[in-house]
C-alpha cells in the first residue's frame, strides 16, 4: 500500500497523529415546495440563535470556541443556509439518477463535473471512484470523506421523488444521496466562503459500497492512506467507530438429476439445503452489541416440477463485530453445511462473496472510542444542541479503513428511515443542521488559517 511521507503536524493537537501512524426542473419544483416547509425546524434540531461550547467539552475533542467564531467558518455556515435550496434542489435530482451497484456511471460523471465546476482536482479511477481534492495550505491532516453512490435498486425501479410535508420520499433517498448533495454543497461553501484548511480535504465518491465495500476498498488499496477518513452514510446524531465483520457466503449442493417417479430413496440436493437451512437456524448467536446476526437471503435451484434439480443453493449474511466469534460460528456453519450434505448423500460448495473483516467488541476499540475524529464529532454535536451516542459498529466505507488501523467514523448529516426499501424515506430539516455540523467539523479537524 502506498503511503504519506511523514508529515509536520506541529501545527495541531498531538493527540491528532495517529498512533500508528429526473429532470433539473422538475427536481427545482420540488426543492422550492419543500423549502418553506423546511424553513422551522422542531426544538430538537434547531440551531441554537448563539452557539455556546458545552462546558464538559470531551478531553479528546478539538473543537473550540475559536474554530466556530472563525470569520471564514462564520461565513461558509451563512452560505449553506442561503443555498440550502440548491441543495436540496441537487439532492432530489441525484436521488433520480438510477444507480445500482456497479452501474454508478451517470451519477460518477454529474459528482465529477460538480467538483470541477468548483475548481477542485478531480480524477476517476479503475472502478469509477470520483475523487475531488481540495488541497490545504500545509501542517494539518489529511480528512477524507467517503460516500457512496451506489443503491441497492435495479435499473428499472421507480425512484421519482415525492414530497409529504417536510419529508422526501424515494428509494435511495436517504442512502445515500442526501450525502451527495451534501459533500457538493460543502466544497461549494469553503470555495465561496475562502475558508482555508491546513489539511487537505479529500471528497471521495464511491462505488459498490452496497456489495461489499470494493470500491473504498480498492481505494484505500491504490492511493496514499489518510489521516482520518469520515463515511458519511449514517443518521445525524450518530458516530460509528467500530466495523462490523460481515461475511457473505453462497453454499451449493449438487446431485445427480432425476425424474420425480424415480427419485424415492435418491440423493437429493434440495432436501440437504433444507436439513442445512434448519440446522444453522438452530446455532445459539450470543445477543448484545458484541454479538451476532445472520440471515438466509437467497433461495434457488430447479428448473421443473417434476425433477431432482441437479444444483440449489442459499446464501447467508453472518455479522459480529467480534473477528473471533465471526469466525468461529462460520467455521460451525460449514461444518453443519457438510453434514446436512453428507446426509443426503450430495456434494457441497461455497463462494465466498464478501469477507469484510470485524473491527472488534467494545472493550477492543476502548482506545478509538477517545479518539480526536470520535470526540470532536460528538462534541460538535452537543454545540448544535443535538443528542448523540458513539456506537462500536458500523456497516459502512469506514469499515474498510477500520479495519487497517486508520481512524475513521460513520457519521451522517440527514435523518431518514425504510433504507434499501421501497419505502425510503428523508426528513428534510434536519439536513440543515447537518451541514452546519459538517462545516464544523471539516475545520475543526483539519484546522483553520
Known amino acids: 500500500m502506498t503511503r504519506h511521507p511523514a508529515r509536520t503536524l506541529r501545527c495541531l493537537p498531538a493527540q491528532l497523529v495517529r498512533a500508528h501512524r429526473p429532470s433539473a426542473t422538475r427536481a427545482r419544483t420540488a426543492a422550492l415546495t419543500l423549502l418553506a416547509a423546511a424553513t ?20 479528546g475533542s478539538i473543537f473550540s470556541a475559536a474554530v466556530a467564531e472563525h470569520p471564514a ?79 441497492v435498486f435495479p435499473l428499472d425501479t421507480d425512484v421519482t421523488v415525492r414530497i409529504d410535508g417536510d419529508t422526501l420520499r424515494a428509494p435511495g433517498i436517504s442512502d445515500n444521496t442526501n450525502e451527495l448533495a451534501a459533500i457538493l454543497a460543502l466544497a461549494r461553501a469553503m470555495d465561496e466562503a475562502g475558508l482555508e484548511t491546513r ?51 453462497r453454499y451449493f449442493f ?28 438452530e446455532l445459539d448467536l450470543p445477543s448484545g452489541s458484541d454479538g451476532a446476526v445472520m440471515n438466509v437471503g437467497i433461495l434457488d435451484g430447479g428448473e421443473i416440477f417434476n425433477g431432482i434439480p441437479e444444483e440449489v443453493s442459499f446464501t447467508l449474511d453472518l455479522r459480529s463485530v467480534d473477528p473471533e466469534l465471526l469466525e468461529r460460528l462460520n467455521a460451525e456453519v460449514e461444518a453443519r453445511i457438510a453434514a446436512a450434505a453428507e446426509s443426503e448423500g450430495v456434494e457441497w460448495r461455497l463462494e465466498a462473496v464478501n469477507r469484510t473483516p470485524a473491527g472488534g467488541t467494545e472493550a477492543d476499540l476502548a482506545d478509538r472510542r477517545t479518539h480526536p475524529v470520535v470526540e470532536t464529532t460528538m462534541d460538535i454535536h452537543r454545540h448544535l444542541g443535538l443528542d448523540v451516542r458513539a456506537v462500536a459498529s458500523g456497516a459502512t466505507d469506514a469499515n474498510v479503513a477500520v479495519g487497517r488501523g486508520i481512524p475513521a467514523i460513520a457519521t451522517g448529516t440527514g435523518r431518514g428511515g425504510g433504507a434499501h426499501s421501497l419505502a425510503e424515506w428523508a426528513y428534510v430539516p434536519a439536513q440543515r443542521t447537518g451541514m452546519q455540523m459538517l462545516i464544523l467539523l471539516t475545520a475543526a479537524l483539519a484546522g483553520v488559517q
Open 199 to 249: 489539511g487537505d480535504i479529500v471528497f471521495v465518491a464511491t462505488v459498490e459500497e452496497e456489495v461489499g465495500l470494493k470500491g473504498m476498498t480498492y481505494w484505500l488499496d491504490n492511493n496514499p492512506e489518510p489521516d482520518m477518513l469520515i463515511a458519511l452514510d449514517s443518521g445525524l446524531g450518530s458516530v460509528m467507530y467500530g466495523a462490523l465483520g460481515i461475511y457473505w457466503t
Open 254 to 281: 449438487r446431485g445427480e438429476a432425476a425424474h420425480t417417479m424415480a427419485s424415492t430413496g435418491r440423493p437429493h440436493p434440495a432436501r440437504a439445503l433444507s436439513r442445512a437451512i434448519l440446522s444453522v437456524y
Open 73 to 151: 467558518v462564520i461565513r461558509a455556515g451563512e452560505i449553506l443556509e442561503r443555498d440550502f435550496e440548491r441543495q436540496v434542489e441537487e439532492w432530489i435530482h441525484l436521488t433520480q439518477i438510477p444507480a445500482p451497484s456497479g452501474q454508478e456511471d451517470e451519477r460518477g460523471a454529474y459528482m465529477g463535473e460538480a467538483f470541477e465546476a468548483i475548481g477542485l482536482q478531480v480524477t476517476t479511477d479503475a472502478m469509477g471512484n470520483v475523487t475531488a481534492t481540495r488541497p490545504g495550505t500545509g501542517g494539518g491532516p489529511t480528512i477524507v470523506y467517503a460516500v457512496h453512490m451506489d443503491t
Open 40 to 59: 422551522a425546524l422542531p426544538a430538537s434540531l434547531a440551531l441554537p440563535t448563539t452557539p455556546a461550547l458545552a462546558q464538559d467539552q470531551a478531553a
